[in-house]
């Protein structure tokens, strides 16, 4: 397994970062087939959902999910840089222009009772206004970071998701900025990074894999944290697979326990 | 120390950006220099011992403003001092709320606010409301007047968060500026910091500024151009430019906080 790759973060650090080895990192159908026999060894009765936050949590069960600016600036910011490399002509504007579609949706009732869209829609204009100066402040610090990354870039459309053949187990790899097309994923946190970050990373890495198309993984997978000023990578070698699907699979187990012991209480 | 400056009417960010010409060059040795004499001072405290739990240090703690005896007028002035915050973030991003603090009050309860403060808010009596509402509209009018949305390619931050682990972890600093203004990693230093305060500047406020400086070029590696408070009790606009000396003084009065607070 490689060593993690902690340093202090700069435009420059992640730019330099972001550069993995030369090497190819490939699953093939083998491997598919043996994560997933992993995964149906930890029988469940109900749909297990991993990813790196409950790799470092060991399969603690999150808080009910509500959306507050914290939660909503994530997507909101990402959305809003996508729409500044398509024209739009500043962060806040593409922030407000996201905004104001996701409401039309909600209005128009193409989006469900708990998303982001209807959320918003019911604000009033002092709570929208910091959910609009959470996201720009979010993206705002992402665009300055990103900087200086060389070549080809592109903010992510979405978090990766992988379906676990047969084991009702769905993997996340949450991913906010991706160079070239496997040359590395970037993704951003808040607060600072736990002493599990580097397994939370693998889980990560693990997760991007399997749902990439071809299954190749992405060279370096790098966390950033601009709370703490600190950048995590690691390099997107076999190894490093392996001990990420090791970790997710233990969590599966941790979780099963947890669920088991709730259900007898 | 800073210079105090009575704050024109005019904005205040364009006032504290200045002339980007003058702009000195980005300071981007200092962050590593300042480190390693903070971790030095840390293990001549510690002589190495760890604790079972990180001690943690904010503003707070360096301006003994956490040593404050009397809890309830502790309570009330954060509640004030957390609108009011609320209320910068809302005038930088471009919204002027007809009733500052029905907004600021909203802003936030949907911000996720600490359930100590929440709680304390929830138990005040109509008269400590009243008495609120009335002090946060007056620092509201103080903050409307120099206080605009600002340019987008300023790149203006409300409420930039830090935190930052020290002596292997026995330690975390944690801090909230305001607002951040400017590009971070620019060939010029070219970022302003501003603490928009509810009580008047005065020897306190200058050390929450200095630690400002200091949490800010830890975690950027990169000196920031300039800091300042601004009270919205008195007007004023406390500014100075950040050197070498303030940062230098910031981390002795971190390490005097730390040594006088240290148990292993």
């Not at chain 2, 919205?232 to 730390?258: F, H, M, N, P, Q």
């Amino acid at each position: 397994m490689s060593a993690l790759i902690v340093r202090r973060l700069t435009p420059t650090a992640l730019a330099e970062t972001v550069l993995g080895p030369e090497v190819e990192t490939v699953v093939t159908n083998a491997h598919r087939n043996t994560l997933a026999a992993r995964f149906r060894a930890v029988a469940t009765d109900r749909h297990r959902r991993l990813d790196a936050w409950s790799v470092e949590s060991a399969g603690r069960p999150p808080a009910p999910f509500r959306w507050s600016p914290v939660t909503a600036r994530r997507r909101l910011a990402n959305a809003a840089l996508r729409r500044l490399a398509t024209g739009a002509r500043s962060i806040r504007l593409g922030v407000d222009l996201e905004i104001a579609e996701l409401v039309a949706c909600a209005a128009e009732g193409r989006l469900g009772a708990g998303s982001l869209g209807a959320w918003l829609a019911a604000r009033d204009p002092a709570e929208l206004a910091v959910v609009r100066a959470a996201a720009a402040d979010w993206a705002t610090t992402l665009a300055e970071l990103s900087s200086a990354i060389q070549g080809d870039w592109h903010v992510a459309r979405a978090d990766a998701y992988y379906d676990v053949e047969r084991a009702r187990t769905t993997l996340r790899a949450r991913q906010d900025i991706i160079v070239g097309p496997h040359e590395a994923v970037v993704r951003v946190r808040g607060g600072e990074p736990s002493a599990s970050a580097g397994p939370g990373l693998r889980a990560d890495l693990v997760a991007a894999t399997f749902a990439s198309d071809d299954g190749r993984a992405p060279r370096r997978y790098v966390g950033v944290w601009p709370d703490a000023g600190l950048l995590v990578a690691l390099d997107g070698t076999m190894d490093n697979l392996r001990a990420g699907a090791r970790d997710l699979v233990r969590t599966a187990v941790v979780q099963r326990q947890r669920w088991l012991r709730r259900d007898a209480a | 120390m800073p210079s105090v400056i009575l704050a024109s009417p005019t904005s205040l960010l364009e006032a504290l950006r200045g002339d980007p010409s003058r702009r000195p060059p980005r300071d981007r040795a200092t962050a590593a220099g300042l480190r390693a004499v903070l971790e030095d001072g840390l293990f001549e405290i510690s002589h190495g011992q760890t604790r079972p739990a990180p001690l943690v240090i904010g503003p707070d703690h360096v301006t003994g403003g956490a040593d404050v005896v009397d809890i309830n007028r502790a309570t009330y002035g954060r509640l004030r001092g957390t609108l009011v915050a609320q209320l910068v973030r809302l005038y930088v991003a471009g919204y002027r709320p007809r009733d500052p603090v029905d907004a600021a009050v909203r802003a936030w309860q949907i911000d996720g606010p600490s359930a100590e403060l929440a709680a304390a808010f929830t138990v005040l009596d109509d008269d400590s409301r009243s008495r609120l509402a009335t002090d946060v509209a007056a620092h509201a009018g103080s903050l409307a007047q120099v206080l605009r949305e600002a340019p987008a390619g300023w790149a203006v931050r409300s409420a930039v968060r830090t935190r930052l682990r020290l002596g292997g972890g026995t330690i975390v600093l944690r801090d909230v500026v305001d607002l951040v203004v400017g590009v971070e990693h620019q060939a010029t230093a070219s970022v302003v910091l501003v603490d928009v305060t509810t009580a008047p500047i005065g020897e306190r406020t200058d050390a929450a500024l200095r630690f400002h400086a200091l949490t800010h070029t830890l975690r950027t590696s990169a000196t920031p151009l300039r800091a300042a408070t601004f009270s919205t009790a008195t007007g004023e606009l406390a500014s100075c430019e950040v050197d070498y000396a303030l940062l230098d003084r910031a981390v002795r009065e971190l390490l005097d906080t730390i040594g006088a607070r240290w148990t292993p």
